[in-house]
DNA sequence: GTCAAATAGTTTGATAATCAAACGATATCG
DNA sequence: CGATATCGTTTGATTATCAAACTATTTGAC
């Protein structure tokens, strides 16, 4: 059992390693070099379809507020992000992507479904319903771990 | 088709944060407090077993060498990382682990193997092929992928 | 209705992570 | 020997991050 282990283990860590250069690597190589990795998952956070609040974003990318207050800063500067004041509570600020950004959204999005395309090539279905079973596990594992979590 | 490649994106994206985020949240309430997710890295891919440059190190972690020099620099500091100059050519500096070290690279070695061993319970052996078998698939075309990166 | 408390976001000061480029020390090769 | 290449360090600039102080607004208790 533990080579196995060992095996799957080399390759999560590898691949997510890799994605995560590429990423970088690809971004600097296009159009949109002024936007950083962590930008990009922003504005991945940000999303496409619905308007959401600052602190909804921060909680999904597991930063604080302030942190992204300054990261939004820079990204409205370099003109991917809106910021509109709610007009119901006049507290709050809806981010959104400005048509740039939603360009560079959907540029990652397809870099995203292409690896996950590319992996499924020469699968079966079944054999990508199991594939889909270990991610799932490995998922709910991970969910579980972190409630446990301290604090 | 494609509602499988969205969840599996899905799945994937939130698998890399959340381990990302427990990771650092484990090393940040132990005995460890000390120690950046950043610097667990450079503690892994410095290793255990071998003698490793600083070039090879930052390469290992596609960083680059000026920027593992500083991290390093920490490392020495707190007592995790020793630098030996080598005496075959004397340009050359060999990173090795400390006790403390080697210490937490076990720790956190242990965390990924848990990972992984939780996901594998409750899959037969097939099961476990497959799932393998994807992720060999996903290793494979990020790599031919960096091969192809510009630079 | 007013005022205290709670909430949403911004600003600030400090530190870590990062790169590119300049630099210093050493090795190699013609 | 001397030019060139290689290895690592240093430096200056930018981004990412947090905690804590702060501002503006809403809510809730009386």
Same mark, same amino acid.
């Given at each position: 059992?533990?080579?196995?282990?060992n095996?799957?283990?080399?390759?999560?860590? @590898?691949? +997510?390693? %890799? #994605?995560?250069?590429? /990423?970088?690597? !690809?971004?600097?190589? @296009?159009? +949109?070099? %002024? #936007?950083?990795?962590? /930008?990009?998952? !922003?504005?991945?956070?940000?999303?496409?379809?619905?308007e959401?609040?600052?602190?909804?974003?921060?909680?999904?990318?597991?930063i604080?507020?302030?942190t992204?207050?300054?990261?939004?800063?820079?990204?409205?500067?370099?003109?991917?992000?809106?910021?509109?004041?709610?007009?119901k509570?006049?507290?709050?600020?809806?981010?959104?992507?400005?048509?740039?950004g939603?360009?560079l959204y959907?540029?990652?999005?397809?870099?995203?479904?292409?690896?996950?395309?590319?992996?499924?090539?020469?699968?079966?279905?079944?054999?990508?319903?199991?594939?889909?079973?270990?991610?799932?596990?490995l998922?709910?594992?991970?969910?579980?771990?972190?409630?446990?979590?301290?604090?």
């Amino acid at each position: 059992m533990d080579p196995k282990i060992n095996e799957i283990n080399g390759y999560l860590v @590898s691949i +997510f390693n %890799d #994605v995560l250069m590429i /990423e970088e690597r !690809t971004l600097q190589t @296009s159009q +949109f070099k %002024d #936007v950083s990795i962590k /930008e990009m998952h !922003t504005i991945d956070a940000i999303g496409m379809y619905q308007e959401h609040t600052t602190s909804e974003v921060a909680k999904k990318l597991g930063i604080t507020v302030g942190t992204l207050t300054v990261s939004v800063n820079n990204l409205v500067r370099k003109g991917y992000v809106n910021r509109v004041r709610s007009e119901k509570d006049r507290r709050v600020v809806k981010l959104a992507l400005t048509k740039k950004g939603r360009l560079l959204y959907r540029l990652h999005d397809k870099f995203h479904r292409d690896m996950v395309r590319e992996t499924l090539t020469e699968m079966s279905e079944e054999e990508a319903e199991v594939l889909m079973k270990g991610l799932l596990n490995l998922h709910s594992f991970l969910e579980r771990t972190k409630e446990q979590l301290p604090e």
